[in-house]
């Protein structure tokens, strides 16, 4: 259990290291020298989520945070956290955080100037 938790720490920086880029599991697994297979048995057992769904919701927060805090297009903000198509970033926002990109920061901005 002591490697797991290493590993998973090991990943989680990585991650915080990389995750504007458009890299996949199998770049972390590689930063680990281990299988893509073993790191989503760890990360399973340790968060009960994919390695996958682990870095998706790393840029969900990123892209919440430059959603909030700066005037970048909804393009920019997708482009900066490594997704080439501004509809596939908008798709996985959407199914993550139960809206788009606009309307997440449509509803903060109302929110505020209440």
């Known amino acids: 259990m002591k490697n797991q938790s290493t590993t998973f720490t090991s990943f989680l920086s990585i991650l915080e290291e990389n995750y504007r880029r458009p890299e996949g ?11 893509a297979r073993n790191l989503n048995l760890i990360c399973q057992s340790i ?40 509809s596939y970033f908008t798709n996985v926002f959407k199914k993550k955080a ?6 997440f920061r449509n509803e903060i901005q109302k929110l505020i100037s209440e």
């Not at 139960?98 to 309307?103: A, D, K, Q, V």
């Open 25 to 35: 599991v199998n770049y972390y697994a590689e930063k680990l020298f281990m299988s």
């Open 47 to 86: 968060l009960q989520q994919s390695v996958s769904e682990i870095i998706e919701t790393r840029k969900l927060i990123e892209a919440k945070n430059l959603l909030l805090t700066t005037n970048k297009t909804i393009s920019e903000i997708g482009f900066e956290l490594g997704y080439q198509e501004k």
């Open 98 to 103: 139960g809206m788009t990109p606009s309307e």
